[in-house]
């Protein structure tokens, strides 16, 4: 895990985030601690946060301790990253089934800083669901698991 990003550690941390950041996406990076693929995305996240910090806030969630959200968001690979913009969920269509959230790490720091900048701009015209403007060459595939079905 990354020392200069915050930490959410509690559902309410992360509902008063989600409610409380204005004019900003919020980023919340769901995974674990000891996880290889969560700590090279950390890195990118903690060294593109200062750069972002006018358009976006950047937060990681450990899975384990928010499973209400891992719930809602069906987390079922780490790490996850979901977006906000004035408290309403951001979705981004990265030309796979599920844009609600991304899973993976980015590629290059560049990839997450552009994915930022397309969803602050569209956010700021109102929009819900934004194009990626990754590579699809730079997207992690993965099947869907539906559970319970």
């Known amino acids: 895990?990354?020392?200069?990003?915050?930490?959410?550690?509690?559902?309410k941390d992360i509902d008063e985030v989600i409610k409380g950041v204005a004019e900003k996406v919020v980023v919340?990076?769901?995974?674990?601690?000891?996880?290889?693929?969560?700590?090279?995305?950390?890195?990118?996240?903690?060294?593109?946060a200062h750069d972002l910090s006018n358009m976006a806030s950047i937060y990681i969630v450990d899975v384990d301790k928010a499973p209400i959200y891992t719930r809602y968001f069906d987390i079922?690979?780490?790490?996850?990253?979901?977006?906000f913009f004035n408290g309403q969920h951001m979705k981004v269509d990265y030309g796979s089934p599920d844009h609600t959230k991304f899973v993976g790490s980015f590629k290059t720091k560049q990839d997450f800083m552009d994915l930022?900048?397309?969803?602050?701009?569209?956010?700021?015209?109102?929009?819900?669901?934004?194009?990626?403007?990754?590579?699809?060459?730079?997207?992690?595939?993965?099947?869907?698991?539906y559970h319970g079905i």
């Open 76 to 83: 079922s690979y780490i790490p996850s990253t979901v977006f």
């Open 1 to 11: 895990m990354s020392l200069f990003l915050p930490k959410l550690t509690c559902k």
């Open 28 to 48: 919340l990076r769901f995974g674990r601690d000891d996880d290889s693929v969560c700590l090279q995305l950390d890195e990118i996240l903690s060294k593109t």
């Open 116 to 145: 930022i900048e397309v969803i602050y701009r569209g956010a700021m015209r109102g929009k819900m669901i934004v194009q990626s403007p990754i590579d699809p060459q730079n997207i992690p595939k993965y099947d869907l698991l």
